[in-house]
Structure formats: C-alpha cells, structure tokens
C-alpha cells in the first residue's frame, strides 16, 4: 500500500487527512468486492490510491473530460501499484450515462469518488449516476463540500438526498469530503466510525476528533475535524439537556457500543 510520501509525490488536490480517512475506509472495505470509480482525476493523485486499494478482477474507472493516460498510468506506478484493470473515459461527466454500459455496472462499485465539475447541474447529475453504479455496501465521496468556493456542490447534494432518501445517506463530512453510502449500510460504517475509525486513521499518522455533535433523532452523519486535546479522539453529543432522555437510550458513542463491536471482530461474526 502507498505511503503518503508516495501518493503526495503525484501532483494533485489529495490531502494528507483525506489519505488517512480514505485507508481506514478503505480498509475497513477489505471484505468488499467492487469496482472503484472516479470522476476528476487530473494527474492520478486519487486515483493512485484508488488503483492501490483495487484487487482482484475489480476494475478502477476514471473518468475525466480530460485525460493523459501515460501520465496516469505514471503515478500509478509511482506509488507502487499496477495500473492493470483501468478503464479510461475521456468524456464530460455529463456523458457518462451514454459512454458506459449501465446495465453492467449496475450496483457493482463499492467506491465512487465525484471531484470533476463541482457546479450544482454536474453533481446533481454525477450523483444521479453513483446512484445507478454504486453497491449496497458503496461508500460515495464528495470532493469540496462544504468549500464556500462551491456553494453550488453542497446545496445540490442536499437537495440530492432530500428528494431521494432511499439512495443515499450522509455517513460522514470531514477535510473538505462528503462520504455517503447507501441507507442500508448506515448501520455497519455508523459502528466502524465509532469504534474504528479513530484507531485506523492514527495508524496511518492523522489524529482526528471526530464529532457526532447530535444524536439520530436529527441526523446520523458524523464530522471529523483537527484533533482538539479537550475532546480527545471522539466526542458528542453536545451537552443539551432536552434531550438526555434520548441520549442514554442509544448513545452511539457508550463503552458498550465497543465491547460488543471488540467482541463481534474477536468472534468474526
Ligand atoms: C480538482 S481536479 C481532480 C483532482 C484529483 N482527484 C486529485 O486527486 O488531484 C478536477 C478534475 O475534474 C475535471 N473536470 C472538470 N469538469 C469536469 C466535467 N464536467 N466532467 C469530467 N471531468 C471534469 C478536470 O479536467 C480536472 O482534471
């Protein structure tokens, strides 16, 4: 698997903390088999992480209105992987509906990475097509959001979720990333983010707060931010006192929450 030195040696956008985010994700997806997808790919920083991560027969799809394979292919070999099983579109996200076979693809990518146009129109669109091609247990990024740059590119994607609660569901928003993954696995990553995640992303050499500020009776997704000594790796609710009740009936972050999830890996089941 690449370094940091490695993939921060390919030209780019990627930054440090969304490496140590997408390893622990990536990893935690070691049972999953899927094809990996991207829209934005420049010179393959992503996309090289994304071609380290790939096993097996899954295909890695990178999709760009522009692309130079060589210098993909490159940075591919650069991080230590082999650019084998890439499919290469060349084409504005716009068309993708009409330049890959959706049939096939239908719920087969476990990973689907959106960091191309960042207008409202192209993510409102590209998430239209993650929701065609991404599987039940798919994790779905969404590059700048939040970033007042884009102002576009949040509003859209919530729009997106309000008008189709049943395709995606926000998991998590941290360094500048939106992941998302299908309601039926909200479950599974809500643990992992929980008991998990912290451990995973500190193994690679990022300490992070992560924040679940709320309880579900609002929303499930959970943020991560700089580590804050105070808070320590994980956080929330935050002190209200209406809604104590709630909180001590499924309190997502309780000591038992992390026997059971130990208990549950120790067991394998
Ligand atoms: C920020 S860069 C991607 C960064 C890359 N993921 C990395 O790790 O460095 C955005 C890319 O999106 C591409 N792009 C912009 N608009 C697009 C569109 N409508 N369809 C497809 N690609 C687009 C650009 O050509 C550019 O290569």
């Not at 899927?34 to 934005?40: N, P, T, V, Y």
């Not at 998990?196 to 943020?223: E, F, H």
């Not at 935050?238 to 000591?255: F, G, L, N, T």
């Amino acid at each position: 698997m690449p370094s940091w030195e490695q993939i921060d040696a390919v030209p780019g956008w990627f930054s440090f903390q969304s490496f140590c985010v997408w390893r622990a994700f990536l990893d935690e997806q070691a049972g999953v088999t899927g094809d990996l997808f991207e829209i934005g790919v420049w010179k393959g920083r992503s996309a090289s992480m994304l071609a380290s991560y790939r096993k097996g027969d899954e295909k890695l799809f990178l999709c760009d209105r522009r692309l130079d394979e060589s210098v993909i292919r490159n940075s591919i070999r650069t991080v230590g992987a082999e650019p084998k099983n890439v499919e290469f579109v060349e084409a504005f996200s716009i068309e993708l509906p009409g330049r890959l076979d959706l049939k096939a693809m239908h719920h087969t990518v476990r990973w689907c990475h959106i960091d191309g146009e960042h207008t409202g129109t192209a993510v409102y669109r590209e998430l239209e097509l993650a929701n065609r091609i991404v599987a039940p247990p798919g994790i779905l990024v969404i590059d700048d959001f939040f970033s007042p740059r884009y102002p576009a590119n949040t509003t859209e994607v919530v729009r997106y979720l309000e008008k189709n609660p049943h395709h995606f569901r926000l998991l998590a928003v941290g360094f500048n990333k939106a992941y998302l993954c299908r309601p039926e696995s909200l479950p599974r990553y809500m643990d992992f983010l929980a008991t998990g995640m912290a451990r995973s992303m500190k193994k690679y050499g990022w300490k992070a707060t992560i924040y679940k500020t709320t309880g579900p009776w609002d929303m499930d997704a959970v943020g991560m931010d700089e580590f804050i000594d105070a808070a320590g790796f994980q956080v929330g609710p935050d002190d209200d006192p209406h809604h104590w009740h709630m909180i001590r009936s499924r309190h997502v972050w309780s000591p038992w929450r992390h026997v059971r999830e130990f208990v549950k890996r120790t067991l394998g089941g």
